[in-house]
């Protein structure tokens, strides 16, 4: 459904200079700076995938969001979506995609939401039983029946949110973009908003999000694509994110005698909170699970334990430092799909 | 017919949104006759030593401003502002985002905004010019005169609008935008009829796109046109008119077509 | 020394990156507030070219008067009628109680917050304006000027007046920028001589709303035309300022109590 191959894009910048004669000269002559901002993406999704894009700031996501979404022309590259070239036949490829980016909004700031989804109804020539259908869901599924009566400028972030959503998804739109969607939302709305864009990708919508929040791509995303510097460094499912610094785990144990956990291959004591609580990091490809709860009983009685991945954050810290692309022989858990890691 | 419904949704949306903001408009009342008042006591003393000015007597003068004042309620717009916030601010992108080409949505806001114009800004000033200042203001030719400033709405637009494109070239320029709006105030005969300008300039004047904004819908309504020395027959200033709103919606498909190639979504 | 001389060096490097970063910006800037305010003059040129005139009145004297307006703006905005501005702005996007958290009058913080550079540019034009008219005009004695010192003083009083009215308004009257049109429609009655006005009329914009203090009476000082009620518009000029004061110091007393 969506087909993207060797996107580039480049912008020219100018540079002013800091010493006081380039200063100056650059009243008359200005050097232009080309600065690579997509280098080369190539990805598909199909339909009914819920994708997030992850990457530092300045990665390219937004970039390449834009692109995909007809608002943007690269520099060269592919991309098919829906049957279009996004950028080329942007009035009829827009009628089929919705987009809610983030804090640019689409509502009016004096009058109720209402009145600018009849707007949306017009622009979209939506007919009217599909349109109070439609809008019946969904303000009943986002709770925003009573508020959507209000001027917008008295409804708080989180309904605003709701009403951004709702006025994107109006015209029955198969593909979602969504730049930082739960930004500035408190638990609850970002819940909310959440289990709105599940209970909408159940029935057959996908989503193409970018992000910086983790819970969103933990929740939500099946398949992550990272993006550092212009380039895709990481594009599996979120086991395989996870399982990326190679299947760890991290355990905490208490035990009732004080334990002894170095030289054990494959666990690594990252901290020891005293002789019987410890902090440690599992390599199931050296030690599998089983094999180390059988060695804890052998060795000690447990008291308790808790295992966990490890956080996600370490992961993407450890996948935003990388700027080559990452070379994975093949073993990859838990992924069922064929994407696997990029190899050089 | 869509568009039809498409303009009529817009401009309820946007008569709505002014409606919120009535005691802006309704400030006009207050405005637009005191600006008023001062030019009646300037012509008034001018007029003191002569009957005659570079062809206007008092009541054609007073006529001529009373008119021009009433007429810019119908026909005025801030498209430029409008636009070029929009661009600077980057929700430009979110008209990108839909079906929807920008210029026809502002248009269509344009006839919601000047709708409530009509009754809140042009009815209450009309009726104190013609009954407290007894000036004469209704129109010989009724047609002409309703045709004029129809005309005088699309071409205002389309100056305005084109003047805010330039926000795509001139991210921060906003000095060069104001010389153009200066520019147009002048020339668009606001301040002084035309006629009062010094040949050459009217010359020049009369193939600039400012004078069928405001100034031919003014003569149009008083019923006689002339400047730089040339005098047509209304609907022949009238069909002029129609060409020149033709040729700057064209200025402006071409400016739109250059821009939003240009456009990247600033901050987005 | 040197090290002060490095430090002056680095901020003027500054300024003028700074400036050149909209540097088409500022140039034109000033640029057009020049031709912007030469618009009304240059509307009395060409009614003077057409061969009329105001009775009384010759081409330079009447554009004597508009060029003291301008004058007296080009002092009152750089200086504090941004406050209006300020308080547009700032009352709009609910960000005004930073002004109420600083231990200061907080009138002397919008003012200082107010300051405009760019609006230097009309005290340019005004004067500009000034030169041209006076050189077609007989010189002024001592005493006029004196006298033109004074009233002019009072044109400040009045505009710093007419930003505190405004300024105030824009406490209840959210948002509004047809403050600035009001005032402009107003003011029309300060840029032409006061005796083409109806008696009513001169009276009301001499002690009432002392507009014609602005520019016509300091003008006509200057000009050694003396207008009648010169000094009791001194005087209204005053209180209207004083008027204005407390209108300002109310509303912003609404304000507060309302939660703004």
């Known amino acids: 459904m969506i087909e993207v191959h060797n996107l580039y894009k ?43 894009f992850l990457g530092p700031n300045g990665a390219g996501k937004s970039t390449t969001l834009k692109m995909l979404t007809g608002v943007l022309h690269p520099t060269s590259g592919d991309v098919r979506i829906l049957g279009c070239t996004p950028w080329k036949q942007r009035k009829r490829y827009v009628r089929n995609i919705g987009a809610v980016f983030g804090q640019k909004s689409q509502l009016l700031w004096d009058i109720p939401p209402l009145d600018a989804f009849y707007m949306n109804k017009a622009i979209y020539a939506i007919e009217d039983a599909a349109f109070e259908e439609t809008l019946h869901r969904l303000s009943r599924l986002l709770e925003v029946e009573e508020i959507m009566r209000k001027p917008t400028r008295q409804l708080s972030l989180g309904e605003r949110m709701k009403c951004e959503f709702i006025m994107a998804m109006l015209h029955r739109p198969s593909v979602v973009f969504l730049d930082e969607p739960t930004i500035g939302l ?35 995303a099946r398949r992550v ?35 002894d956990w170095y030289g054990i291959e494959g666990v690594t004591v990252l901290k020891l909170h005293s002789a019987k609580d410890a902090e440690l990091e599992l390599d199931t490809d050296c030690l599998p699970l089983k094999r180390f709860i059988q060695l804890m009983n052998e060795r000690c009685t447990l008291q308790d334990m808790t ?11 450890e996948l935003y430092g990388h700027k080559e692309r990452i070379e994975k022989v093949s073993i990859v858990r838990g992924s069922s799909k064929s994407h696997h890691l990029i190899t050089k | 017919m869509q568009s039809l419904r498409f303009v009529r949704a817009v401009a309820f949306a946007t008569y709505k949104e002014w409606a919120a903001y009535r005691s802006h408009m309704a400030v006009s009342i207050f405005i637009g006759p005191v ?31 009373g008119v021009m004042s009433v007429i810019t309620y119908l026909t005025f717009d801030f498209a430029d502002w409008n636009l070029q916030m929009l661009i600077r601010t980057g929700k430009y992108v979110t008209f990108i985002l839909r079906p929807v080409s920008h210029v026809g949505f502002a248009l269509a806001q344009k006839v919601g905004h000047r709708t409530l114009g009509f009754w809140m800004e042009f009815i209450p000033v009309f009726l104190i010019y013609l009954f407290i200042f007894k000036i004469k203001l209704l129109p010989p030719q009724p047609f002409w005169a309703v045709l004029s400033i129809i005309l005088g709405f699309l071409m205002t637009f389309f100056v305005n609008y084109s003047i805010g494109l330039t926000a795509f070239w001139l991210t921060n320029a906003e000095g060069v935008r104001r010389v153009f709006l200066l520019m147009r105030d002048i020339t668009a005969g606001v301040f002084v009829p035309l006629s009062f300008f010094p040949d050459g300039l009217q010359h020049v004047l009369f193939y600039l796109p400012f004078q069928f904004m405001q100034y031919i819908p003014v003569r149009v309504y008083i019923g006689s046109y002339e400047l730089a020395g040339i005098t047509m027959s209304i609907p022949q200033v009238v069909g002029l008119q129609a060409i020149a709103v033709l040729c700057m919606w064209g200025v402006c498909q071409l400016l739109v077509h250059l821009g939003t190639r240009k456009f990247t979504g600033v901050g987005v | 020394m040197k090290s002060l001389l490095a430090c002056y060096r680095a901020v003027i490097k500054t300024k003028l990156a700074e400036r050149m970063a909209y540097r088409t910006d500022f140039a034109i800037s000033v640029l057009l507030m020049l031709l912007g305010d030469f618009m009304i003059p240059l509307v009395t040129l060409l009614v003077y070219r057409s061969g009329a005139s105001f009775p009384g009145w010759t081409l330079q004297e009447a554009l004597l008067i508009q060029a003291v307006f301008t004058l007296a703006k080009g002092v009152a905005f750089p200086f504090f009628f941004g406050i209006v501005s300020t308080t547009l702005y700032h009352v709009r996007e609910g960000s005004f109680d930073v002004f109420l958290l600083k231990p200061r009058p907080i009138l002397f913080l919008a003012m200082m917050n107010a300051f405009d550079l760019d609006d230097f540019g009309r005290l340019i034009s005004g004067g ?49 920028s047809r403050v600035y049109d009001m005032f402009d429609s107003m003011s029309m009655f300060g840029m032409y001589p006061g005796t083409i006005f109806s008696k009513l009329f001169q009276q009301l914009f001499t002690y009432v709303i002392p507009i014609a203090m602005i520019g016509f009476l300091p003008a006509s000082a200057l000009l050694g035309k003396g207008a009648d009620g010169a000094w009791l518009s001194m005087g209204m000029s005053i209180v209207f300022c004083g008027a204005g004061l407390m209108f300002w110091h109310g509303m912003l007393r609404n304000y507060t109590s309302a939660g703004g």
């Open chain 1, 10 to 52: 480049t912008y020219t910048t100018y540079t002013r200079g800091s010493s006081f004669k380039e200063t100056l000269r650059s009243l008359f002559k200005r050097e232009t700076v080309l600065v690579p901002a997509v280098k080369g993406l190539t990805f598909k999704v199909e339909p009914g995938e819920i994708v997030g």
């Open chain 1, 186 to 220: 408190d638990v609850i709305a970002k819940e909310k908003i959440r289990s709105f864009i599940q209970e909408m990708n159940e029935q057959g919508v996908t989503f193409i999000l970018t992000t910086h929040d983790l819970e969103d791509i933990e929740q939500l």
């Open chain 1, 225 to 259: 694509i990272v993006i550092n510097d212009g380039e895709i460094v990481f594009d599996d499912s979120i086991m395989a994110l996870r399982n990326f610094l190679g299947a760890k785990k991290k355990v905490r144990i208490v035990t009732e005698q004080p334990s």
């Open chain 1, 307 to 317: 295992i966990d991945a490890l956080p996600i954050e370490q992961v993407i810290k």
């Open chain 2, 35 to 65: 600006y008023f008042l001062v030019q009646y006591f300037i012509w008034h003393a001018v007029y003191a030593s002569q009957d005659i000015l570079n062809g206007f007597t008092l009541s054609e003068m007073l006529t001529y401003y």
């Open chain 3, 128 to 176: 500009v304006l000034f030169g041209l008219a006076l050189s077609g005009v007989p010189a002024p004695s001592a005493l006029h000027w004196i006298q033109f010192a004074v009233l002019f003083l009072c044109s400040l009083l009045v505009l710093f007046a007419f930003s505190l009215f405004l300024s105030g308004l824009l406490f209840k009257w959210v948002g509004s």
